[in-house]
């Protein structure tokens, strides 16, 4: 059974940065990519970053590009997010997504419970 369990969530003032942690059981890298998605009050889950085939390729999504940073420690079976220069339009849940293709929310099997990134001005 996958579980996909994030962390690293809270809140921070505007040009400050979080790292948010997902750590992946019964989850076996492959081919596939794992992501980070948000969704903010009112609005629909959008893909915010994604790392593929075993860490070799990634992407972002325009509003986070060279702000956000993904990555995955394949010992520790986990992937990160690093945030930085966070704006208040960042706030959102976070979630953690495995088993699915780039920044296609609709693709991904596996999803975490979320964690909470609030951005205060």
């Known amino acids: 059974q996958v579980q996909l369990v994030e962390s690293g969530g809270g809140s921070v003032q505007a040009g400050g940065a979080l790292r948010l942690s997902c750590a992946a059981s019964?989850?076996?890298?492959?081919?596939?990519?794992m992501g980070w998605f948000r969704q903010a009050p009112g609005k629909e889950r959008e893909g915010v970053a994604t790392?593929?085939?075993?860490?070799?390729?990634?992407g972002y999504a325009d509003s986070v590009k060279g702000r956000f940073t993904i990555s995955q420690d394949n010992a520790k079976n986990t992937v990160y997010l690093q945030m930085n220069s966070l704006k208040p339009e960042d706030t959102a849940i976070y979630y953690c997504?495995?088993?699915?293709?780039?920044?296609?929310?609709?693709?991904?099997?596996?999803w975490g419970q979320g964690t909470q990134v609030t951005v205060s001005s």
């Open positions: 790392i593929c085939t075993g860490g070799f390729s990634t």
């Open positions: 019964g989850y076996t890298y492959s081919s596939k990519c």
């Open positions: 997504a495995a088993d699915g293709w780039w920044l296609v929310t609709s693709t991904y099997n596996y």
